[in-house]
């Protein structure tokens, strides 16, 4: 399964620029069926901080990393785990359906 991660949004103080929720999507994929989770986390920090980074400096990669941390491994594969089962299940309902609709002399 491949799992793609991006940023949604960012929210932040006008003042220091500091962020403090981000709202990301966890995109997956399984042959050719699909799924997302959106979610948001809630971040602290010092804009006084010697490593703060300014908002127009961050990357994608540099908040990501804070919601994965913010997130964390267990919940992550958690989520991960979840929806392979969802996509498993797609796929077979696929593959295996209960019902076919059509005409035989339209084919």
């Given at each position: 399964?491949?799992?793609?991660?991006?940023?949604?949004?960012?929210?932040?103080i006008?003042?220091?620029?500091?962020?403090?929720?981000?709202?990301?999507?966890?995109?997956?994929?399984?042959?050719?069926?699909?799924?997302?989770?959106?979610?948001?986390?809630?971040?602290?920090?010092?804009?006084?901080?010697?490593?703060?980074?300014?908002?127009?400096?961050?990357?994608?990669?540099?908040?990501?990393?804070?919601?994965?941390?913010?997130?964390?491994t267990?919940?992550?594969?958690?989520?991960?785990?979840?929806?392979?089962?969802?996509l498993d299940?797609?796929?077979?309902?696929?593959?295996?359906?209960?019902?076919?609709?059509?005409?035989?002399?339209?084919?």
């Amino acid at each position: 399964m491949e799992t793609i991660w991006n940023i949604a949004n960012i929210k932040r103080i006008p003042s220091t620029g500091l962020v403090i929720e981000v709202t990301y999507i966890m995109k997956f994929k399984k042959k050719e069926v699909s799924d997302r989770k959106v979610g948001m986390v809630t971040l602290e920090g010092d804009p006084s901080s010697q490593d703060f980074i300014p908002f127009d400096e961050l990357t994608e990669e540099i908040v990501l990393g804070w919601v994965q941390s913010a997130v964390g491994t267990d919940s992550i594969n958690k989520i991960k785990q979840d929806f392979e089962s969802r996509l498993d299940e797609k796929i077979q309902r696929i593959e295996n359906p209960e019902f076919i609709e059509g005409l035989p002399w339209s084919r």
